[in-house]
């Protein structure tokens, strides 16, 4: 389950040059390769996440929301109890991905790329 009503897709090979740059400026920040690190070991909740990274919450929350949205981790309510209390805990989990990137990826991103923006062109005139 997620916070927002956003169906969840699992993290896909790019299909476009726009594809391919969305997914490795979510890689490419290091917050959320430190998370996709420590997911690697277990799952575990915000709060140890926030603890074991040494990242505030807000923030934290905000790079998991974005990382779920895109397929690369997910996530699960699940009810705990102590002596005196019950409480719910968001667990997230590392979905397993894959993404190469290659010359030859780019460039037949690239050239389906500009097909289209050829076939743009042309069609409005």
Sequence with gaps: MTDDDEPITRFEPPTSLEELSEALTLLGNLTRLRVIAA???????????????GVSYPLLHLHLKNMEKHGIVKSEYAVGTDKSTRY????FTLVDFKIEVTPDLVTRLAEKSDTKVTTKKRTKR
Excluded at 39 to 53: A, C, N, T, Y
Excluded at 88 to 91: A, E
């Design 88 to 91: 719910v805990k968001r667990y």
């Design 39 to 53: 997911l690697s070991k277990r799952p575990m909740f915000i709060q140890e996440l926030s603890g074991e990274l």
